[in-house]
């Protein structure tokens, strides 16, 4: 996945993926909120050991968003990503509707996307739009769950809903 060229920092822009398709620039204040308020929650992210601040908002259909942090352990396994800690807050609230999710890390060359369990995490819940950004949010790329995950796991026909 990349974007293609050189975005002015005021801006935000979206790609597809890799797919071929050019870049388009997009004005709207909630997803540029979401982006920004998953860009602060990144300062509280506990990464003692991999240094690696990530931070996540996800933005529910009543308009209420939700952030989250990585929050690492020593027993690497117990530790929690930025998305699954966003969700569960919003979860923990009684949401289970959400319209967008945005996740903020630096990886100089790349996007820091979601991980596999965070990828069918965030499935359960509806195939909405991601937005991935590093923190100067210059570049921005736009995906969605299904684009991410497109073998999702699923019963046949979700009989445990």
């Known amino acids: 996945m990349r974007v293609v060229g050189e975005i002015p920092q005021t801006q935000i822009w979206y ?36 240094n690696f601040q990530v931070g996540a908002a996800v933005l529910c259909t ?8 990585n929050v690492e352990n020593n027993s690497f396994t117990v530790g929690v990503c930025a998305e ?34 965070c990828r069918q ?14 923190p100067t949010q210059k570049d921005v790329l736009v995906t969605s769950i299904s684009e991410l995950l497109p073998y999702m796991f699923t019963t046949k026909d979700n009989s445990f809903k």
């Open 15 to 50: 790609s597809i993926c890799e797919t071929g398709r050019s870049l388009k620039y997009f004005k709207d204040s909630k997803v540029q909120n979401l982006i920004r308020e998953a860009t602060e929650v990144r300062s509280f992210a506990y990464c003692p050991y991999s």
């Open 62 to 69: 009543d308009g209420t968003v939700y952030k989250g942090c």
């Open 84 to 117: 699954r800690a966003a969700y569960v807050k919003a979860i923990s609230e009684g949401k289970r509707n959400f319209s967008a999710v945005a996740v903020v890390a630096f990886q100089e060359d790349s996007f820091t996307t979601p991980c596999g369990a």
């Open 121 to 134: 995490f965030m499935s359960e819940f509806g195939d909405i739009k991601v937005y991935i950004a590093k």
